[in-house]
């Protein structure tokens, strides 16, 4: 079976963690464990620590080591894979176009299932993400890691071009992102709600729910550090930007050092709004209770989950909870914010608690509940990771994703 990826991600990263560029890079990785499977993967830079297996191809669109992305760069993307996938095309019998990431309706399309002969090849599109419901332009400026935006007069009257030109044409976006998945034979999207957005849009196309994974590996348990005591930690994990809520989660360790003296707040992550955070918690007269860890290496993240107690995140829009589940694989009890990413994968009152996005009373009261209860901490923390390995393990979503892939291909034989 000879699978054409076009395209994959702007980035695939096998470095830096749970981003979009790391669900890429293990789709990659996963699905090549196959010895039936041929993978043509088209991205524009790979960032990886190992090579991937003979049946994997790689073609990469851009040779740089940081991925420079701008509106511009966005859209000369489609162009260039699609010229590249046409090369592959002319090289190669393929089997099955599919279009892994970046979709974002009335922003992304794919000329492929669009134009020519590939029209008849089958395509599937996935994994799809619900849109954010809050958003702040913080998020189009910070940039980490390998995604830095570019500097100088001509790259800056470059983007603004870019985005002057996605204003001007977002009705005609919006109509070849709804060709793109109508074309489809297959959508995927990571949850529920993500289906039955897509699903309204192109209602005549079977889809599913596969979420993205988490390498299980690298989350191990901490129970030995959580057997009870006073000295009760609780940890976030993410970009200090607004929407993901830090300053709520703060606002409610102030309310219970009181009740509990030794209580720790550990921030891990980077961003924007940290000075303003600090100066929070100093306002707050609890400075000493809450230790910002800045950015941390991935390969170092997974000590902060094992050395935890709860795992917190109050993120006022999700459309996947990666975090979440790193911290259930580690079998940590986890506090969230309801929204779309945390719904699915969170049992409440089983393997954590859900509450009202901005309700610091609520968040006060679940975890007065957690720190004066051991163990209900180890019960939460255990029933998590059941879940995370059952669910979010990528051998079993490999499979799931080639299970797609032979649905698709049964229907075109038939």
Known sequence: MNILLAPTHYMLDGVSGGSEYGWAYHIVESLS????????????????????????????????QVLNLTSAYSLAFIARYYLAARR?????????????????????????????????????????????TVASTEEKIYSQGNVQPREGIAHLLQEKAGIVLLQRGRSVLGYLSTRTLRSANYLIAVNEQARQLYASVA??????????????????????????????????????IRRKGIDVVIDAVAHLVSQFPSLRLRIVGTGPQRVALEDLARRQGIAE????????????????????????????????????VEAMLAELPVVSAENVGSREIIEDGTTGFLVQA????????????????????????????????RRYNWNTISQQYLDVYQQVLHKGSV
């Open 358 to 389: 901005g309700n610091t009373e609520e968040l006060i009261a679940r975890l007065q509940i957690l720190i004066a209860n051991p163990r209900l901490r180890l019960e939460f923390g255990n029933q998590a990771r059941q879940v995370a390995v």
């Open 33 to 64: 464990s196959y010895t039936d499977v041929r993978l043509f993967v088209l991205t524009g830079i790979v960032k990886g620590d190992k090579d991937f297996r003979p049946n994997v191809t790689v073609v990469r669109l851009d040779h740089g």
């Open 88 to 132: 592959v095309l002319r090289q190669h019998h393929i089997d099955i176009i599919h279009h892994v990431l970046p979709f974002g309706y009335s922003y992304t399309f794919n000329p492929l299932p669009l134009l020519g002969h590939t029209r008849a090849i089958p395509f599937v599109v996935g994994p799809l993400q619900m849109p954010h």
């Open 289 to 324: 209770h809450v230790f910002f860890e800045g950015a941390v290496a991935n390969v170092a993240v997974a000590d902060y989950y094992a050395r935890a107690d709860i795992f917190v995140s109050m993120s006022y829009s999700e459309s996947f909870g990666q975090t979440v």
């Open 203 to 240: 209602p005549r196309i079977p889809s599913v729910v596969i979420p993205p994974g988490v390498d299980g590996t690298r989350f191990s348990r901490g129970v030995s550090a959580r057997q009870g005591g006073i000295n009760v930690e609780i940890l976030c994990v993410g970009w200090l």
